[in-house]
């Protein structure tokens, strides 16, 4: 397993495509062996999914995802886990040990009217 951490500083970040920076973590028998920090290449529609795929990433952990990046990473085999806060070493050990709590994606893209629940965090893109 090959997860995807979206992340700003240490934390989650609310935005997938918007992070700095994402926390690559190779995971063997339950536990973290190998760590790759790459930044954000930037956010253009459609390419994360390909990029983070072709790099072999079965999982996304972020904080908001809009519905059509969820469905691109689907297609593409990869897990979106959304709606997850905090630092980023908590939310990978609550992952791996089965009690990640979530909620909705922090940042609703693609609703008509939506209202950003990242509190214009993610840039101010939506949609």
């Known amino acids: 397993m090959r997860i995807a951490v979206a992340m700003e500083g240490n934390q989650v970040a609310s935005h997938f495509g918007h992070c700095t920076e994402f ?4 995971v063997a028998d339950g536990r973290l062996k190998k760590e ?3 930044p ?6 459609g390419f994360l999914p390909r990029y983070l795929g072709e790099l072999g990433v079965t999982h996304v952990i972020a904080g908001g995802m809009g519905a059509r990046a969820q469905e691109l990473f689907v297609a593409r ?3 979106p886990i959304i709606g997850a ?10 992952f791996l040990a089965g009690r990640l709590v979530t909620g ?4 609703s893209h693609g609703t008509e009217g939506h209202v950003p629940r990242c509190g214009g965090r993610c840039g ?4």
């Open 77 to 79: 085999g990869i897990s």
């Open 40 to 45: 954000n290449p930037g956010h253009q529609p």
């Open 104 to 107: 909705p994606s922090l940042c």
């Open 23 to 26: 926390l690559l973590v190779d």
């Open 36 to 38: 790759v920090l790459i």
């Open 85 to 94: 806060q905090g630092p980023v070493r908590e939310v990978l050990g609550a």
């Open 124 to 127: 101010g893109q939506h949609g």
